[in-house]
């Protein structure tokens, strides 16, 4: 049977800093680090082996995924990049502490940008610091200035059928590292939840999340390892 494993990035820098991220580049904290390695050894561990790897253009999953086969002596392994594996653009939220924001706009808006279905935060403005479009990994991309859940699922899933799947379907064990809403969309997908039952969703950091497939790529089983 196919397998596919995803694991989100270990704690990344604003992570610790209770900072939206979103697009904008940071790294790992040390306690990242040390669950990217974590979770490099569980999967080595439980015998799991992988043919192919897929990650985002940004630090803190790459670098996740990196440490995590140098964990499992997999290093060699294939990856394959894309932004449309990115975390979900949190536009003018980006780069504010969240506790100041409930402070600022109250408890309930910052529930409804965060954990809304299709309600993105307030665009990013064009001079702010955190605009990425200028970017060079993303040159030829149209950067959004904000996204909801459901602008990252619709941008996702292009690559899944374009990319993962057919890996998939050819018999190749998938590993993916991304990010919590990236991850979200992928897991709507495939356990085919509704909008606001994905929007409850938590994806804990650097804990594979293994999911058991047909060979029509539908769902038979799906586990966090480290519950095994």
Known sequence: MPRLVLVRHGQSQWNLENRFTGWWDVGLSEKGV?????????????GFEFD?????VLTRAILTLDIALEAMDRLWLPVFKHWRLNERHYGGLTGLNKQE?????????VKIWRR??????PPL??????NVSRDRRYSGVEVPATESLKDTIERVLPYW??????ALRSGQRVLISAHGNSIRAL????????????????????????????DDLRLVETYYLNER
């Open 34 to 46: 040390a669950e990217a390695a974590a979770a490099g050894e569980l999967m080595k561990a439980k």
């Open 52 to 56: 192919v790897c897929f990650t985002s």
């Open 101 to 109: 924001m409930r402070e600022k706009v109250g408890e309930v808006q």
């Open 116 to 121: 809304s279905f299709d309600i993105p935060p």
């Open 125 to 130: 403005e064009a001079d702010s610091p955190y």
């Open 161 to 166: 059928d374009e990319a993962i799947a057919p």
């Open 187 to 214: 897991v709507k997908h495939l356990s085919g939840l509704g909008d606001e039952e994905v929007v409850g969703v938590e994806i804990p950091t650097g804990q594979p999340l293994v999911y058991e497939l047909d």
